[in-house]
């Protein structure tokens, strides 16, 4: 794979304060982090220290109050919204906590959402990528199911897959696992890092599960803001 | 079909109920615009045909008295200033052929007719009424009017035939219990002369019907002792709405004065656009209901979806992209509820043309007049386009506001 070990996301001195007034927190001091494609990632530590915050930042979900963040080399924390907006839908894939299906939509339709956004291939490539994920994920025979009629394994199953439907070089995944049984998670987790590793990946994972974490091949520790 | 087309379709299944509400009042919105706006410029047009099928177009009437005060300056210099001072008028037209074949130039007058009219008594053998005697010739007459269809008893050509005939308003040959053969006195100037109930004819006009006395324009020059002239000329024209303009020209030219029908029945037409107006605001309520409801439904929606809202930001989707889904939304509701509500409009006006509603003073019908016109619906679907949209926008605007970022956090913690 010709970007392995390429960087793909870098950030450094990065600070965000949530809340107002008295209830203003400065929640991440000053991280600095950089991920490679083909690796994986987990970012741990307890409740309230910064993992999610640091990933939405990452994921280019949210605005830091200082510090830089670059994707692929170029300089994001600063650019308008739809430049992040278009650098999220090429670059970033996410996996939620709670999945986040869209619920009225088939497993499919989810698959081919980020892809219809991108524009970059037909329809019918569309629905034979779609089709291609959800058969590597486990899920080929339920491609027409409702979000609702699925599983919750099923269901962050499909998420995965529509994270990984655009190519992106990074992997963004909240506390993937958390939701799901022992098994499921496994399931998820193999399926994710096996993926992402197959097409170059980045995988930053935030985690509370120490297995997986151990299963990784970087684990960041984070507290209080910073990574320790 | 567009990635937000196809999201704002599902959302919209999502909701159904608060859907259809808001479809119903957008339904409810339209058709009624559009049968107000029918039934209130059905009657408004009914009138103008029934006033334009009686007192024609226009009206030329009393000469313009030259009152141009002029001065010259002496010494033979060539200085002069000229003066208007208001206009003074000669009632009544000397040359009415010359004013006719004048009035013959102007490319828009169908029809002119000459009128002698004087005040009379009429004599029947149980009471007298005044009345107004209207001196004219038959042929020219009915170019310029509708007089023949208005006849609901006895025939126009028997007034043709009887050189002593008359034709005479419904409500006065009630009064003076007249019918078609009957024979009455007209009295005028000091003389009396018999006439013979050719015809009663009908407008539906009560100050029309209870006052006016056709007869033949030779017999009127007896009657009232005009041997020349006339009062007026009675003019058509291929197009009503140019009437304004055409009197100001022939005015000019005729040196007479030229009164257009939309002058002469301004009170009423007034009576009438302000009804129309009215009406067309208080049915703007029931679309400006239609648009809150529509903001209240789209409103649930953004609040209900915010989660998906950050998916779909998260994915890619730019914040005009969620504009769009919300107002794709607001724009199919908008789309089938014109649709239905032009349907409902044009079905419920054809039920009320067929309700019965007797009438007669300034137009006579058995029915509700209503008034088929496409601009009704244009201006119904406009209506309740700004009404919805506008709603709209605000929850559009929301949604695509939202910061992905803030939204996942709050789910997640």
């Keep these: ?228 | 079909m567009s990635p937000n087309l196809r999201i704002a379709l599902r959302f919209l299944t999502a909701k159904k109920r608060a859907m259809l509400m808001s479809l119903s009042c957008t339904v409810l919105g339209v058709g009624l615009f559009v049968l107000t706006q029918a039934t209130t410029s059905g009657f408004e047009e009914f009138f103008i045909k029934t006033i334009l099928g009686t007192d024609g177009a226009m009206r030329v009437e009393d000469k313009i008295q030259d009152t141009l005060r002029q001065m010259t300056a002496g010494g033979g210099s060539d200085f002069q200033i000229s003066q208007r001072q208001g206009l003074k008028y000669i009632e009544g037209i000397e040359e009415p052929k010359l004013i006719i074949n004048a009035l013959k130039d102007f490319s828009n007058v169908s029809g002119a007719a000459p009128v002698l009219r004087g005040s009379v008594l009429v004599r029947a053998d149980f009471k007298n009424e005044s009345a107004q005697v209207f001196g004219i010739h038959l042929e020219d007459q009915l170019k310029v009017s509708d007089l023949g269809r208005q006849i609901v008893q006895g025939d126009v050509a028997t007034f043709r035939e009887q050189p002593a005939g008359a034709l005479m308003g419904r409500v006065l040959a009630d009064r003076l219990q007249l019918s078609t053969g009957s024979s009455f006195i007209l009295e005028a100037q000091g003389q009396r002369l018999r006439y013979t109930v050719s015809a009663i004819y009908e407008t539906g006009v009560a100050d029309i019907d209870k006052m006016r006395v056709y007869v033949h324009m030779s017999e009127a020059r007896s009657l009232l002792k005009k041997p020349s002239g006339v009062s007026f000329v009675q003019v058509n024209l291929f197009d009503k709405d140019r009437a304004p303009q055409n009197a100001m020209q022939m005015q000019e030219v005729l040196k007479h004065s030229a009164r257009p029908w939309q002058e002469r029945e301004k009170s009423w037409l007034s009576t009438f656009r302000a009804l129309r107006i009215s009406s067309a605001i208080t049915v703007s309520v029931f679309t400006l209901i239609a648009g809150l409801a529509m903001f209240n439904t789209l409103a649930m929606i953004v609040l209900e979806k915010t989660k998906d809202i950050a998916i779909l930001r998260s994915m890619g989707y730019e914040r005009r992209d969620i504009t769009q889904i919300f107002l794709w939304q607001a724009g199919i509701v908008l789309t089938i509820g014109a649709l239905l509500g032009c349907i409902v409009g044009a079905l419920s006006t054809l039920g009320v043309s067929h309700m019965p509603l007797p009438i007669s003073g300034i137009f006579k019908t058995e029915t509700f007049v209503v008034s088929w016109n496409g601009w009704h619906y244009v201006e119904a679907i406009t209506t309740a386009a700004l009404m919805v949209m506008i709603a709209s926008l605000i929850p559009a605007r929301r949604a695509a506001r939202l910061e992905p970022g803030d939204i996942v956090r709050g789910t997640a913690q």
Excluded at chain 1, 35 to 54: D, F, N, W
Aim: aromatic share 6%; charged share 20%; with cysteine.
């Design chain 1, 1 to 228: 794979m010709a970007f392995i070990n390429e960087l793909a996301l870098r950030c450094n001195g990065l600070h965000r304060y949530l809340g107002q007034d008295d209830a203003r927190v400065h929640v991440l001091k000053g991280v600095s982090f950089a991920a490679r494609r083909g690796e994986v990632y987990a970012i741990v530590g307890p409740s309230g220290c910064g993992k999610s915050t640091l990933l939405y930042l990452l994921g280019l979900l949210d605005r830091p109050d200082g510090g830089e963040i670059e994707i692929n080399g170029q300089l994001m924390s600063t650019s308008d919204d739809a430049a992040r907006t278009a650098a999220r839908g090429e670059h970033i894939g996410f996996v939620f906590q709670f999945h986040f299906l869209m619920m009225e939509f088939s497993a499919l339709d989810n698959v081919m959402m980020p892809m219809r956004k991108l524009g970059r291939l037909s329809q019918q490539e569309m629905v034979e990528r779609a089709h291609s994920l959800l058969s590597s994920v486990g899920l080929g025979d339920k491609t027409h199911r409702l979000g609702t009629q699925l599983s919750g394994g099923e269901q962050q199953r499909v998420a995965v897959a529509r994270a990984l439907a655009n190519q992106p070089s990074i992997i963004l995944a909240d506390e993937p696992t958390g939701n799901l049984d022992v098994k499921n998670s496994g399931l998820v987790f193999d399926l994710l890092t096996r993926l992402a590793k197959e097409n170059g990946q980045a995988v930053i994972l935030v985690t509370h599960n120490p297995e997986i974490a151990a299963r990784c091949d970087f684990t960041r520790p984070m507290r209080d803001g910073l990574f320790a």
